[in-house]
């Protein structure tokens, strides 16, 4: 089973959405740099919890939020996350069949699964591993997230496992083995994990109790009973109002109060278009603020960037000049810049300049926002007017409807009578929205208690695997070998064509040396691939796997074919040997697994299905443009 897929991912524009669709097996994406590309796989890591993306100025010009829309565990979810505001906490809404449309589930933290109303505690949660610790902290999605995103700074990386920090190699090492199953201390936390969550939804059931409690003493019946209820009571409204119309003439009744209170009535409408009008404007303006404060954003980022990189170029003294090559006469004078020797008064205020700008963005910024919850705040008192404003409408609008034009004397009764029946239908559909309301989080709360009770029964499911048959750590490491290995051959290059993951370090070797040892960035490009992709291909195996079954790949041509620096990894077959894996995987996998891969190109014998974005195709030339 494909335990995640992404169906959509959607960027909420100002002027227009942008959406790009997903399906599963294998979806590539195409185009030159500067594109967009690789923002796609960075919006979507975003969604899922990283914990800021890069200042993409066409992105903070033009957008707002970005949506996901997901399945994990065969239940499907929207997560929308505000954009360049990264301590905001993200909405995740569940698809409702019966409604056919997405509803509210509940609103999550950017936090460490040690928070539970956290994001990553939600996915956690929801692969049956609460509360499990690796090297005394929270086992973390973004833990497990990353063996499904190999970026492009990463796929040439000589550091795996994080193997140059021992706090983060412990760590993704201890991750590998949670992956697997064959991480000692699962089962002891998997049960600890167990108690606390069973006394979570005891607690969670009795909140349930004393809202139903309410519901029942109050007689407002079930959601799918009101909503029938509504559409009767809508129903039979529409009905007296016919008939009215057909018993009055075309005669008028009319007196002073009458038409003061016609008038009254035409006032407050009109009033409610400029409120409505005025609604929209704030809207607006509160938007135009935002992407303000995303440039600001920006400007900070950019400063701070000039500074940190002045300061560690300065870190150094040259021999020769990095640019020409020429020699330059050593010095200790640190007034003076050490590749030419220029004095350094000049850069020095200009250093000064740049950090006073930087304190001036941060001065902006920090009003800016303090003035976009003011502007927020007068947009709700906007809306709450507005509510009122319609109901004295609708008050008055009865009182008219009561009293009425064009009464015929003969049918009078008759009409007081239908003008009574409609005052109390009225009355009862404001009672009826009232209780949709405590329906609606009712039903909430129903569903946040399922899927508590579907959390449990995984974790109960994972104690139970790990009771009668818990892998055996060498069995893992031979089929990953065994995937590894195949994976090589496949990708043509002979110098690579054995190979073999370490049984305690987890690091691949090739002809018995370590994949970091060969000096050539091309083959450790060729390696960290066929590292994950047999990671992946030997959890598709294992019914006990806690790996996604999802994995994102970022310009695999890296270091690869007519551009790579080494002659030997220019030779086009590699890469076309790397891109007919991808498809072979697709076909043997479809329904198991989910490949999303960005590339600058793709050879011509991919089929066209594959390729779901190609950018600078067909008047598309990037992810932001203002295509109609």
Known sequence: ??????????LI??????????????????????TGKTS??????????????????????????????????????????????????????????????????????????????????????????????????????????????????EIDTENIMGEKDWAKNNKRKATFEVIFNIYDDM???????????????????????????????TEIGGISQYRKQKRDLENIILGLNKE???????????????????????????????????????????????????????????????????????????????NCLRPLSEHQDRTVCQICGKEMSDSISDLIKIKKDMQSYKRRFTELSKHIQYEEERKKTIQKDLKR?????????????????????????????????????????????????????????QKLLRGMEKDIEGIRKNISILKEERSDKSDVIKMVTTEFNQLLKKFEFPKLDYGYIDETSYLPYVRNRKYNDLGSLGGVTLIVLAYYLSIMKAAISRKDSFYLMFLMIDSPRKNLGIDASQEEFRDEKIFNSIVNTFM??????????QLIVVNNGYPDFLPREYIKVEFDAAGQKGLIDDIE
Not at 584 to 593: G, H, L, N, Q, T
Request: net charge negative; with cysteine.
């Open 244 to 322: 009215l119309e057909e018993i009055k003439s075309g005669a008028t009744y009319s007196n002073t109060h009458v038409e003061e209170l016609r008038k009254s009535v035409l006032l407050d409408k009109q009033m409610l278009d400029r409120g409505r009008a005025d609604e929209c404007e704030q809207e607006e303006y509160i938007k135009k603020l935002q992407l303000l404060l995303n440039q600001y954003q920006n400007d900070i980022n950019k400063c701070e960037m000039i500074l940190l990189g002045y300061k560690e170029i300065n870190k150094y003294e040259y021999i020769v000049c990095p």
């Open 389 to 445: 404003l319609e109901k004295i409408i609708k008050e008055k609008e009865a009182e008219l409807n009561h009293l009425t034009e064009g009464y015929v004397n003969a049918h009078l009764e008759k009409i007081e009578s239908l003008n009574y029946e409609v005052g109390k239908a009225n009355r009862q559909l404001e009672e009826m929205d009232f209780s949709l309301k405590m329906l609606e989080e009712h039903e909430r709360l």
């Open 187 to 217: 089962l002891a936390e998997l049960k600890a994990s167990l108690k606390e969550k069973e006394a979570e939804l005891k607690e969670a059931k009795l909140r349930l109790e004393g809202v139903e409690e309410f519901i029942d003493n």
């Open 13 to 34: 524009g100002i002027r227009k959405n942008y959406e790009i669709y997903f399906n599963k097996g294998l979806n590539c994406i195409s185009g030159p740099t500067s």
């Open 1 to 10: 089973m494909c335990k995640f897929y992404i169906n959509i991912l959607r």
């Open 584 to 593: 072979e995987m697709d076909k043997d996998y479809k329904e198991k697994i």
């Open 40 to 153: 796609i796989l960075e919006m979507i890591d975003y969604a899922l919890g990283a914990k800021r993306h890069k200042a993409y100025i066409e992105i903070g010009n033009s957008c707002t939020d970005v949506e996901l829309e997901f399945v994990l565990l065969n239940e499907q979810y929207k997560i929308r996350r505000r954009l360049f505001d990264f301590t905001l906490p993200v909405k995740v809404e569940q698809w409702d069949s019966e409604e056919n449309k997405y509803k509210y589930l509940n609103t999550f933290d950017i936090d460490n699964p040690s928070n539970s109303n956290s994001l990553s505690a939600f996915f956690i949660d929801k692969l049956g591993l609460s509360n499990v610790k690796i090297g005394n902290q929270f086992l973390s999605f973004r833990d497990i997230f990353k063996y499904s995103y190999l970026k492009q700074t």
